[in-house]
């Protein structure tokens, strides 16, 4: 990284800073001359997020914005650049680009379109000009072509939105309890002209000013990140995003990873966060390979793993060294290959704190992005010296140990060739009871700025409904339908699995042998392969002994037991051809969201599996929270005599 205070300024540094500025604006106050002016004669034209839109038919409508004009909308669309450029939180579509499907629902900050600066050199304007009255004689009649070419300039971008309707947008805007979340009504924007085409699209506008904001330090960090995994000689940078609750760590990473598709193809993605997963059901540790922006919430882009655990509850706290193992057995699959970001939970107090420690340690990022705020300060700078000397929860400090870059002990063609080994990378030692010494980092200091960051109890959205809401996204892969049309889930035809076919545990509690099926039945389950082969000589479940930590192929609804015919009923997207390599089943604490069992259209009596006469306050109608992290009095250190 180069060091501002020392580096001289190299001569394509106006080109990176001119690069970085053209994304990081994306929802970001402008400068004073931009600012709407206290004059109602000019007080229109700075918020117009627009210069022209004309419905073009079947839901589908033709902007015409100029330079630096952003529409910010709540909704769903798809978009088409027709001519010039544009940008989606950090993302740059083209004219003949394919389209891209926009997701701005009520849970998440509102998604900006903003058109950019585009030059064409060796062209006329006349030339420039026959071509976009070419591209709009394709999809407007003459008149409403004659009106927009009245306000076009070679410098404008055109886009087309059209109404856009997903299997899964479909499937969750089934449910009566969360098909507001598209449907919401908002402030609407103060540009006072006709809103009709985008109404006929299916969004709405709102004031830019509700976009994105980032902040100068969260501008510098996305620069800097930009030019290093760029131009990084001696591998693929490795990026640890940690902070707070509600701090912005999900929203930094998916603008960083779509401002780096700009210009690389492709981007390794480490899923540490049990309880706010980007691309899996809650309480998974995951590595992705992305390859396509990501221009909506985590439960709008579901998608396959390369390799996935289910560690089956939404916190470590329970059980942080098996946290730990899950984290070493999927990072171990990461080759180098291309830049790693890695998301971390929001818990970094106490023994949070020190997890994070033993994360920095065992993963050796290159770099580390610590955002936070302003007026508080949920845990110190993680410096290298304070990781080096920092206790771990499983590692401990060294203070006297010097900081030193982590080098790369096997060729890359010889790492390429070992996916299936479980230590593949030099990076996943053993880390255990051991002193550490650190490998050095860069550390980028991030401040939150928007409104209620880093405050839990501000959170527009309660976790446990984006949860649900992640899981919903994974079941409509279930769904055969076409987008726009639905069935419930019990109208899909489960799988029989056979009782000797499958190992049996649950994860986040202890259950007697005897009540294992009354756990799994109507529940959701890991569905899993683990090394040992599972026995045929009992009819009966077979159970195992422990907590795998084994490969998870996707999940699946245990719809019934047959225990006659000694099967499982199990409803699952995951495709046939990984079924047959699936040998357990692991139940945890991430339930079915009470939306799929309240609302089952078409049943006759009483609903399945849906009681309202079960009392909680019943002593003993609760699970048994344990804690494996409280030591007993025996077992804890006496303090020495004061």
């Keep these: 990284m180069r060091n501002a205070d020392t580096d001289e300024v190299d001569g394509d540094s106006d080109y990176w800073r001119a690069y970085v ?17 206290l004059s109602p004669d000019t007080a229109a034209p700075s918020w117009k997020p627009y210069l022209a839109a004309v419905e ?21 669309c798809q978009l088409t650049c027709l001519y010039g450029n544009l940008q989606v939180f950090g993302f740059t579509i083209s004219q003949g680009q394919p389209a891209y499907d926009l997701f701005s629902p009520a849970t998440h900050c509102p998604l900006t379109i903003e058109a950019l600066e585009h030059s064409h050199p060796g062209r006329t304007k006349k030339e420039m000009r026959m071509e976009a009255r070419a591209i709009l004689r394709e999809c407007v009649p003459l008149a409403t072509r004659r009106l927009l070419m009245k306000e076009f300039r070679s410098c404008y971008t055109i886009l087309l939105l059209n109404h856009l309707e997903t299997k899964t947008s479909s499937f969750i805007c089934s449910y009566p309890d969360y098909c507001y979340h598209f449907f919401q009504k908002e402030k609407m924007s103060t540009f006072d002209s006709d809103t009709s085409p985008l109404i006929s699209v299916g969004i709405t506008s709102l004031p830019a000013s509700s976009g994105l904001m980032m902040s100068e330090s969260g501008n510098l960090a996305v620069f800097e990140l930009l030019k290093a995994c760029l131009e990084e000689d001696d591998g ?7 902070g707070a609750k509600n701090i912005g760590k999900s929203t930094f990473n998916r603008l960083l990873i779509n401002s780096l598709l700009n210009d690389i193809p492709c981007v390794e993605y480490l899923e540490c966060d049990l309880g706010q997963t980007e691309f899996t059901p809650p309480g998974c540790v995951s590595l992705h390979r992305i390859i396509q922006p990501l221009l909506g919430p985590p439960f709008l882009h579901q998608r396959a793993p390369r390799r996935m655990v289910y560690y089956g509850r939404a916190s470590s706290e329970q059980d942080m060294e098996r946290y730990e193992e899950t984290v070493k057995y999927i990072f171990s699959s990461y080759k180098r290959e291309a830049p790693l970001i890695i998301n971390t939970m929001g818990w970094v107090k106490g023994f949070g704190l020190m997890l994070l420690i033993d994360l920095i340690r065992l993963l050796s990022p290159t770099h580390v992005v610590q955002i936070s705020t302003r007026d508080r300060q949920d845990m ?32 890359p063609s010889q790492q390429g060739e070992e996916d299936d080994d479980d230590g593949g990378s030099s990076s996943s030692s053993d880390l255990i009871g051991q002193p550490f010494t650190a490998p050095g980092h860069t550390l980028l200091k991030v ?25 919903l996204g994974y079941l409509s892969q279930i769904c055969t339908t076409e987008p726009g049309t639905h069935s419930p889930l019990h109208a899909f035809t489960p799988y029989q699995v056979p009782f000797n076919a499958v190992a049996l545990w649950v994860i986040h509690c ?9 756990c799994m039945n109507a529940n959701l389950v890991g569905i899993c392969r683990i090394a040992d082969s599972v026995g045929t000589q009992t009819a009966g479940p077979i159970l195992l002994t422990q907590t795998p930590v084994c490969e998870c192929l996707g999940f699946g609804i245990v719809r019934g037991i047959d225990m006659e015919k000694k099967v499982y009923y199990v409803l699952t997207p995951v ?15 991430i339930t079915i969201p009470h939306a799929v069992l309240k609302f089952q259209p078409d049943s006759e009596g009483e609903l399945p599996y849906a009681t309202t006469e079960y009392n909680f306050e019943i002593s003993g109608a609760g699970k048994i929270k344990v804690n494996k992290q409280l030591k007993r009095r025996e077992h804890c250190v006496p303090l020495p005599p004061s």
């Design 21 to 37: 500025e053209s994304f990081t604006q994306n929802g970001a106050s402008r400068p004073q001359s931009r600012k709407r002016s």
């Design 447 to 471: 401040q939150a700025e928007f409104a209620g960051a880093g405050d839990s109890n501000a959170m527009s959205w309660h976790s446990n409904v984006l949860r649900d809401l992640a899981t």
């Design 236 to 242: 693929c940078p490795v990026i640890l995003v940690c």
């Design 575 to 589: 495709p046939p051809e990984k079924l047959r390599l699936a040998n357990c089943l692991l139940i945890g604490g």
């Design 56 to 76: 073009a038919g079947n839901g589908a409508s033709i902007i015409l914005m100029e330079p630096t004009q952003k529409l910010t909308f709540r909704g769903k």
């Design 510 to 518: 202890g259950v007697a042998p005897a009540q294992i099926l009354y």
């Design 380 to 411: 110190p700078p993680l410096t290298p010296d304070y990781v080096r000397t920092a206790a771990g929860f499983l590692t401990k400090g060294n203070a006297q140990a010097r900081p030193r870059r982590a080098k790369q002990t096997e060729e």
